[in-house]
Nanobody
Framework: QVPLVESGGGLVEAGDSLRLSCAASRRAFSTYYRIGWFRQAPGKEREFVAA????????FYADSVKGRFAISRDNAKNTLHLQMNSLKPEDTAVYYC?????????????WGQGTQVTVSS
């Protein structure tokens, strides 16, 4: 069973919006320290997009998406969202949800399988 499941990807035009969702299947998000979004474009390394510390609700964004993307969450549905506005062709990538169990962990522990976002010019 995949610990995290992403949804909401698709093909849009530049300037459009999309909302990605991440659902946790094994444990409540409140038991994680941090939940983040990463993306990987063809031929490029995976890069950080945004993250939130679940308990303190502190959020972090990559400079490339700051002001355009926003994390939100639905505690009742154990779901995290990534609202993506003013999308650009360079936002095209597979987007992954990931979760870290502790502040002491160097890397993220659980990952989803990814959802494709394609932005046409």
């Amino acid at each position: 069973q995949v610990p995290l499941v992403e949804s909401g990807g698709g093909l849009v035009e530049a300037g459009d919006s999309l909302r990605l969702s991440c659902a946790a299947s094994r444990r409540a998000f409140s038991t994680y320290y941090r939940i983040g979004w990463f993306r990987q474009a063809p031929g490029k390394e995976r890069e950080f997009v945004a993250a939130t510390n679940w308990i303190r609700a502190v959020t972090f964004y990559a400079d490339s998406v700051k002001g355009r993307f926003a994390i939100s969450r639905d505690n009742a549905k154990n779901t995290l969202h990534l609202q993506m506005n003013s999308l650009k062709p360079e936002d095209t990538a597979v987007y992954y949800c990931a979760a870290k169990t502790s502040a002491l962990r160097q890397s993220y522990d659980d990952w989803g399988q990814g959802t494709q976002v394609t932005v046409s010019s």
